[in-house]
Nanobody
């Protein structure tokens, strides 16, 4: 099991930026991919971005492409999400997730380790 702790959320005006971090610990050696999801009140959990750990290849949801960047620091098993040009519709709890699988990385059910989430609020 991998333990994940997110940080970096907060309140920002539309057009602003935030950088989220996710620190992994525990059995991280077999992590194949990590991702960010988000969940707004009354809505389903939504895929945001994912990265394959060894190759560093990335995939993004269309809604964030060109504005968000996912990256990782291998040595510390730390995941980042740089969010620019934020919009009110980006408001949600952002959750970090890890998986031992190398496929289906845009699907929440692929992931077996989750953080508690960090709140991001974008005001108009």
């Amino acid at each position: 099991q991998v333990q994940l702790v997110e940080s970096g959320g907060g309140l920002v005006q539309a057009g602003g930026s935030l950088r989220l971090s996710c620190a992994g610990s525990g059995r991280t050696f077999n992590t194949r991919a990590m991702a960010w999801f988000r969940q707004a009140p009354g809505k389903d959990r939504e895929f945001v971005a994912a990265i394959r750990w060894s190759a560093g290849s990335t995939v993004y949801a269309d809604s964030v492409k060109g504005r968000f960047t996912i990256s990782r620091a291998n040595a510390e098993t730390t995941l980042y999400l740089q969010m620019n040009s934020l919009k009110p519709e980006d408001t949600a709890v952002y959750l970090c997730a890890a998986t031992r699988l190398g496929f289906g990385i845009t699907v929440a059910s692929t992931y077996d380790s989750w953080g508690q989430g960090t709140q991001v609020t974008v005001s108009s």
